[in-house]
């Protein structure tokens, strides 16, 4: 069992930047992929970013790619997302999640940890 638990989130204006973490309860290197979902109002969750377990190999939304970069510490056991030039569409709450699997996902279901979120809200 690990518990995750996000922080960074606030109120910008579109063009700004944002860095989101995710501290993790126990050692999640080597072993469990992380990722970083989000989910608007009305709307279902939706995949942002995911890192590796095994080599660090990440995996972006066509939405965020070259704009969104997801980084993990493992000394600190903390992932991160750094969102750049933000746009009033990547308003959500932002989950972070984990599986034991060295495998990314894309699909929210395949994720067996989630932290509480985080809320972004970009103004036009």
């Known amino acids: 069992q690990v518990q995750l638990v996000e922080s960074g989130g606030g109120l910008v204006q579109a063009g700004d930047s944002l860095r989101l973490s995710c501290a993790a309860s126990r050692r999640t290197s080597n072993t469990y992929t992380m990722a970083w979902l989000r989910q608007a109002p009305g709307k279902d969750r939706e995949f942002v970013a995911a890192i590796s377990g095994s080599d660090d190999t990440t995996r972006y939304a066509d939405s965020v790619e070259g704009r969104f970069t997801i980084s993990r510490d493992n000394a600190a056991d903390t992932v991160y997302l750094q969102m750049n030039s933000l746009k009033h569409e990547d308003t959500a709450t932002y989950y972070c999640?984990?599986?034991?699997?060295?495998?990314?996902?894309?699909?929210?279901?395949?994720?067996?940890?989630w932290g509480q979120g985080t809320q972004v809200t970009v103004s036009s």
């Open positions: 999640a984990g599986r034991t699997s060295a495998v990314t996902s894309r699909w929210p279901g395949a994720y067996d940890y």
